[in-house]
């Protein structure tokens, strides 16, 4: 009857042991896996590019406003769940810029996608225009975030305007801020498609490269070997206990 209550005692001297055991040698025994994923900007910003083209061009007059349907129903099912997509793995990825970003996008063109297809051809909507006015200014957001990759921020500023312009030709009824909001549109089309194709020649490693602007934690990632770009991964959102 003596050896139970001896491996009884054995157990629980060694429960107090871990309970009692020093914070930094528990974390020394804590693993974190990292799951590698490509990078997602160049879909979100490919996606973005046809989005803005399509209303560009019913806003600037190339095509009539009987297109506005094909148009918006081309943005829901092409750009809105291409950008979702980019968002769920730029949140995986731990970037707010692909993450926040693209979700936001994502989520107003498919509110503008929705509101045209609802609407009469060639009608404007002043509550549309302020939900568009206050998108605008929401975009500001992942953009502060982007000073390590400056051509993703002026992307995500460039969305932004095209946002806040649309919104007032809304209010105002279109006229000169209609035409406006198409041009930034096709701009924004152009840096979209500039920085989908920097990011893809840089993901490839191809011996021609475009500008992308990177700079401080945006060019981290390019020069620091594995160990350094981990470091202070535990205080991650996701990692740490709290978000």
């Not at 054995?10 to 930094?24: C, F, I, N, V, Y």
């Not at 943005?75 to 291409?82: A, D, G, K, N, S």
């Not at 957001?141 to 095209?162: D, E, N, T």
Request: aromatic content about 4%; some cysteine.
């Amino acid at each position: 009857m003596t050896e139970p209550v001896e491996s009884t005692e054995s157990e629980t001297s060694a429960a107090t042991s871990t309970a009692q055991r020093p914070q930094s040698e528990q974390l020394r025994m804590t693993r974190i896996v990292l799951r590698p994923t490509g990078n997602p900007l160049p879909l979100g910003f490919m996606a973005l590019a046809i989005a803005t083209v399509g209303f560009s061009c019913l806003q600037l007059g190339v095509v009539g406003p009987d297109e506005a349907g094909t148009v918006a129903l081309a943005v829901l099912v092409l750009t809105v769940p291409l950008q979702l997509l980019a968002a769920v793995f730029g949140f995986g990825a731990r970037d707010p810029i692909a993450g926040t970003g693209m979700a936001m996008v994502s989520g107003v063109w498919a509110m503008v996608a929705v509101a045209t297809l609802t609407s009469p051809p060639g009608s404007t909507s002043p509550a549309l225009g302020i939900l568009l006015i206050t998108a605008g200014a929401a975009m500001l957001v992942p953009a502060s975030a982007a000073h390590g990759k400056l051509v993703a921020g002026a992307v995500m500023v460039g969305s932004g305007a095209r946002f806040a312009v649309t919104g007032i030709a809304e209010l105002t009824g279109g006229g000169a801020w209609d035409l406006a909001a198409g041009v930034l549109g096709l701009l924004l089309a152009i840096l979209a498609l500039y920085a989908a194709l920097g990011f893809v020649l840089e993901e490839v490693d191809n011996p021609v490269q475009l500008p992308i602007v990177r700079r401080g934690a945006g060019l981290k990632p390019m020069r620091d070997d594995m160990e350094e770009q981990v470091e202070g991964i535990a205080r991650e959102a996701g990692v740490r206990q709290q978000l």
